[in-house]
């Protein structure tokens, strides 16, 4: 991906939801210009969520999503139908296709429901009929185009909201400071590139004047006794967390890409709060790891490997069961688990990993993230907090 690219999670998700034979895919096509979506007038042709990065304007980089019916029958149909409730976990934007001649169903007003209690701003569109705009309902034809223009419109206002004033490192550090990036380069390293969360950062610390300097673990110490001056922080792959600790002066600011992401797109102090639990860990008592990626795993992937071991080690070799999601997946019910360990979500837009910390503050369950874990369990994690005073509260 290119650093002047906007990645998927960065980009405005809007959803398309209603009943089979609305005009969903045939909407989404008429919106984007593209041929995105299949369109049959058989019921059920979109079986799966269909998505797709683009520029759609007035509003700018957006990720359109087709959903399969609400009305889906059969034993596969109730698969889709949770398939499709699942994207509104993602969903910045719900546009809800009703068919003009059918009217709202008791699964439309269901729908309804959904969005106001998870606060996803939402347009009801009448496909099939005459152009005709009503407060937050808007009539169009999907086949002649009429009101698609208008359509669009009303999707980049219920977009507008307050700047995201969010960064990733830009608020903690100053026009000129020296900052050191800590990428490792060994067998679960992508070949070729510099993986999502690594681009973000530099791009970000590039945007506020500052200097990014980027060196593997292994050339860590030479290249911060060939600096001219002091760095004002050192960011590091957490896998590298123990090794960059020794090597990185106690007087130079030291935290991790992770905790970095889980601060931008989730919610640190939960997380800080959360590591606590490592140290409670018992034999019987069942984690669940989950990452927001879905590359494929090496021998020595952190997730599955490399933390699962770090765990082992600190409970003594308690007997844990662990539990592996990736991509999409995250169970709907987290309530038996003892602790979530999550990524860092870089893959994950900010609505999703509401939503699953959402789910673990409301089961009642401690959440962390790799990053604070490591740090944790390689006793640093007061020095990788300390950036976050409200973070760093949580540990007392």
């Known amino acids: 991906m290119s650093l ?14 209603g009943m089979r034979n609305a ?7 008429a919106v984007t210009g593209q041929q995105i979506a299949l369109v049959s007038d ?22 359109i999503i087709d959903t399969p019916g609400l009305d889906d ?4 149909g109730v698969m889709r139908v949770k398939t499709a409730k699942r994207v509104i976990n993602y969903t910045d934007i719900a546009v809800l296709v009703v068919d003009a001649e059918a009217g709202l169903s008791s699964l439309d007003k269901e729908l309804i429901e959904i969005f106001k209690a998870k606060e996803i701003p939402f347009l009801t569109v009448y496909n099939k009929c005459d152009i005709k705009m009503l407060d937050g309902e808007i009539c169009v034809s999907a086949k002649t185009g009429e009101g698609i223009a208008e359509l669009k419109e009303l999707i980049a206002k219920k977009a507008q909201r307050p700047e995201n004033q969010k960064r990733v490192v830009g608020d903690l550090i100053d026009k000129n400071d020296l900052i050191v990036l800590v990428t490792p380069i060994d067998e679960s390293a992508p070949k070729g590139r510099i993986i999502l969360p690594q681009q973000q950062t530099i791009r970000d610390i590039l945007d506020s004047g500052a200097i990014a300097v980027v060196t593997k673990d292994t050339e860590l110490a030479e290249t911060l006794s060939s600096l001219g001056k002091k760095p004002k922080m050192v960011i590091t792959d957490s896998q590298a967390f123990g090794r960059v600790s020794k090597i990185v002066p106690q007087d130079i600011t030291l935290t991790s890409f992770s905790i970095l992401f889980v601060r931008y797109k989730g919610d640190l102090n939960f997380a800080a709060r959360g590591a606590a639990m490592l140290d409670k860990l018992k034999n019987g008592d069942k984690i669940l790891i989950s990452e927001g990626c879905t590359h494929h795993r090496q ?16 409970t003594g070799g308690a007997d844990i069961k662990i539990d592996f999601t990736s991509g999409g997946e995250f169970p709907e019910d987290v309530s038996g688990y003892a602790l979530i360990i999550h990524c860092g979500g870089c893959m994950l837009n900010e609505r999703e990993m509401s939503y699953r910390t959402r789910s673990a503050k409301d089961a009642g369950v401690p959440m962390t993230n790799y990053g604070v874990a490591i740090a944790h369990m390689n ?18």
Do not use: Q, Y
């Not at 029958?73 to 596969?76: F, I, K, Q, S, Y």
């Open 379 to 396: 006793g640093i994690l007061k020095r990788s907090l300390a950036p976050f005073p409200d973070a760093l509260k949580e540990l007392e």
């Open 73 to 76: 029958e059969g034993e596969l």
């Open 4 to 17: 002047n690219s906007t990645a998927s999670a960065e980009r405005v998700h809007i959803g398309f939801f």
């Open 42 to 63: 058989v019921k059920g042709t979109t079986t799966d969520p269909v998505k797709k990065a683009m520029e759609l304007l007035p509003l700018g980089p957006v990720v």
């Open 299 to 314: 021998c020595g992937d952190i997730g599955t490997v490399k933390l699962p071991a770090l765990i082992k080690k600190h």
């Open 23 to 29: 005009g969903k895919s045939s909407l989404v096509n």
